[in-house]
């Protein structure tokens, strides 16, 4: 079905091509706008792009196609002064495009997705087990925050009768986001040094710290060098059932002076200062080159509930933010000088995902000459992701989520005292309540249970005992 964009005129400069695993991105740069007019052919598969009074002036041979679902691509004149570029298609896609204004960076584009249906925006997803048990731990959470709005606890159900289940001992999920990418470069050091490069070298370094540490998973956002909209940042991350959301990045300003690291979570009101409030909106103005304005959904819900329950969810998300990043920040100071010594708070579009804590990392002003330098070390990048991940850690060490590999380890290398049991093969949570004659409600409420399912080795509070 042919989609017409409402602009006139323009000669094609250049093209430039991304690759994701879940779309492939052209970019057409313009001397002036232009009219589009995209569609598909089948048999075989081909897009066609019609653009109105223009000339192509690039050089298509010198474009790769590794990696795309473009196999091959021409171009010829129609209609005496019109252009067609058509694209030989490998596999099936879904084509959107839309048309950017000039920024600091580029002047009129022409945007080309090719999306492809079906596909995980992520190389490695998730194991089925995994995001099975991750997303009892949520529904759990989401139990929880219900049944404070109605000030009672869930009521018993039929699993209270139910064996212990075997413990899990699932990876802790840390979903890493280099900030910007593709069309997107970010902030451009005196150097010429681009942003969207040495977070993403940063955030592999992360993803072999993450992957190399027992009992962690780590979940690239991006892996190479092309855009994610800021919502679908997030919403890969909910997808593969993030523990952990962090998003490297690398600030800058209108001037040369300023330096140091700096840490931010999400500010449900004003920002924390001035440079907070200035990077959260040049941060989350770069969504326009999605193409999308990335409103945050809880349709499911009526309007009074998912008000409440987005004010508990983010309140209990943002106090555990607030403590990683108190982790975080202290070990990055043995790196590099901090920006402000506390971490801020500012309105994020990356980090404003109910139920998972969150944290952007500004890892040096790329603006400042020698922070750049120092951002295009390897070194450098090493320790800064070391400290990263070493506060990330000491966190989940002490705050483990209950099916993990850590929680299991921390309850078998533990001696039960006064008041506890740990839980052994056939038990079910009715038989403990009745052995040391508690109810199921009090167990559940000492616990923090939110249902009856419970896992072998895992250790209880017997209230009363």
Known sequence: MAMPSAVVAGNVENIRLWAAPDHSRLVFDLTSPTSAEVFTLDNPSRLVIDLDNSQMQADLDRLSLEGSAVSELRSG????????VVLELSRQVSPRHFILPPNEQ?????????????????????????????????????AQAEASISGRQPAPTVQAT????????????????AGHGGEDPGAIGPSGTHEKDVVLQMAKRLQRLVDGAPGFKAVMIRDSDYYVGLRQRTQIARQQKA?????????????????????????????????????AVSENRSDLIGGVDGNLSLSDKDEVLRGVLLDLTMTATLNDSLTIGGQVLERMGRVNDLHKPRVEQAGFAVLKSPDIPSLLVETGFISNPQEERRLRNGNYQQRMMAAVFNGIHAHFERNPPPS?????????GR???????????????????????VSVTQIRQANELSGD??????VLRIPGS
Do not use: C
């Open 77 to 84: 004149v129609r209609q005496g002064s019109n252009l067609r």
């Open 106 to 142: 580029y002047g009129h584009r022409l945007v080309v997705d090719l999306e492809y249906p079906g596909e995980n925006a992520v190389n490695d997803p998730i194991d089925p087990i995994e995001a099975m048990v991750r997303e009892q731990e949520i529904a759990a959470v989401r």
């Open 162 to 177: 139910k064996a212990a289940k075997p413990h899990p001992r699932r990876d802790i999920i840390i979903a890493i986001d």
């Open 243 to 279: 523990d952990f959301f962090v998003s490297i990045h690398a600030d800058a300003f209108d001037s040369p002076r300023p330096h140091g690291s700096s840490v931010y979570a999400l500010s449900q009101r004003g920002a924390t200062s001035e440079t907070a409030q200035w990077l």
């Open 404 to 412: 993990s590999l850590l929680a299991w380890q921390r309850d078998q």
């Open 415 to 437: 001696t039960t005292g006064s008041g506890e049991y740990r839980i052994q093969p056939g038990d079910t949570l009715s038989e403990i309540a009745a052995r040391h004659s």
């Open 453 to 458: 399912v419970i896992r072998v080795g895992q």
